[in-house]
């Protein structure tokens, strides 16, 4: 018998909440690290990690990137975002600053939001959220956006701004505007709400 603990491992999209018992974080799952020349990307069927591409160039992630779970970029999070036509139809992504170098990916942890930027790819919302590891010696205190290095943001538009590169260096991708905290958690809380609306029936 397996007793209080699950016999099988959660889908980690639709089988782990949105927050852990702090209210003030957010669980992320991280499929990519700052080590991954390739692009990994949650099988949404099985919750198995799949490769999705090798990244088209030199460029890695700056940071851990994966999504937040039970949330999901329709209708809401399309209204949110001036330009867009759709959501992405994806879960909200997340980019997590930790100060240790994490290495693994297919891991859950703890963050602090602190921000996001307003990012269209192929007229699709695809918001990306910006947070801290929670109890991180360096970042752990942030509260917001302006409590990061700007230099550290700026790093974070470039990836997204070139990692879509084609042949002729030409991307699908627009980065215009970088928001804060309270922006961020109401991107969050629409992801929330198209969530409940694809899923769960409203």
């Known amino acids: 018998m397996p007793g209080p603990f699950q016999a099988f491992r959660p889908h980690p999209w639709h089988g782990i909440p949105v927050r852990p018992r702090n209210p003030e974080l957010v669980h992320a799952y991280i499929e ?10 949650i099988d949404k069927a099985t919750g198995y990690l799949k490769v999705d591409r090798p990244q088209p160039t030199n460029s890695l992630p700056p940071t851990l990137y994966g999504f937040i779970p039970q949330t999901f970029c329709g209708e809401k999070v399309k209204n949110l975002c001036e330009g867009a036509e759709r959501g992405d139809g994806d879960p909200l992504d997340i980019c997590v600053i930790s100060e240790r170098p994490i290495s693994h990916n297919d891991i859950l942890l703890d963050a602090r939001i602190v921000g996001g930027l307003v990012m269209i790819d192929k007229g699709e919302a695809d918001d990306k959220i910006i947070a801290v590891l929670d109890r991180d010696p360096v970042w752990g205190e942030a509260k917001d956006i302006s409590d990061l290095p700007a230099a550290l943001v700026q790093r974070l538009k470039h990836y997204f701004l070139t990692y879509k590169l084609d042949s002729a ?7 215009d505007r970088v928001y804060g905290k309270a922006q961020a958690e109401k991107v969050l809380a629409a992801a929330e709400a198209d969530y409940q609306d694809r899923f769960l029936g409203g």
């Open 32 to 41: 990519i690290t700052p080590f991954d020349p390739v692009k990994y990307e």
């Open 169 to 175: 260096g030409s991307t699908p991708v627009t980065v």
